[in-house]
């Protein structure tokens, strides 16, 4: 993560861990399958993507919470079998990895990073004035993105 965003008011971090009924293969097929992130997750209200592979770009749209849309490219630098790592420019801005690893009795551990910053909106200044609730608003959608990929994995064979 870059010393600029770290020492900017309005970072919106994440250093989750989140456990999917799947093993690591599985999972790592679901989340290249970008054609159904948005059937997966409603808040994804615009997706431009043709996969999940080193130097693709995508298009996101996501509705917050504040409901407030933020559009922003994310670049993916790297796709490997157990670490996928981006870059994000738009209304947020910043960097992302997810790590992959066997968990116990074929499920997967996932471990979410992020350092994201919003930039040039409504979430932006919000964030500013009351960083906190940028934090909880960024939570919730990871919460509930976790919960409904699992929700998804569970269903989708």
């Known amino acids: 993560m870059t010393a600029s965003l770290r020492s900017a008011r309005t970072v919106v971090t994440t250093d989750r861990w989140f456990t999917f009924p799947a093993r690591p293969d599985v999972v790592r097929r679901a989340l290249g399958a970008t054609g159904s992130y948005r059937h997966w997750w409603p808040w994804l209200t615009k997706l431009d993507a043709d996969g999940l592979f080193a130097?693709?770009?995508?298009?996101?749209?996501?509705?917050s919470p504040l409901r407030t849309s933020l559009i922003f490219r994310l670049q993916i630098d790297r796709a490997d079998t157990d670490v996928v790592t981006a870059r994000l420019d738009g209304d947020l801005v910043g960097s992302a990895r997810i790590s992959l690893l066997n968990g116990a009795e074929h499920?997967?551990?996932?471990?979410?990073?992020?350092?994201?910053?919003?930039r040039g909106n409504a979430v932006a200044a919000l964030a500013r004035l009351v960083p906190t609730l940028a934090q909880r608003s960024h939570d919730r959608i990871v919460d509930t993105g976790a919960r409904q990929f699992a929700a998804a994995l569970r269903r989708e064979p």
Not at 55 to 63: D, I, K, L, P
Not at 107 to 118: D, K
Request: charged share 20%.
């Open 55 to 63: 130097g693709a770009t995508w298009r996101c749209t996501v509705r």
């Open 107 to 118: 499920t997967t551990e996932l471990h979410l990073e992020a350092c994201l910053q919003p």
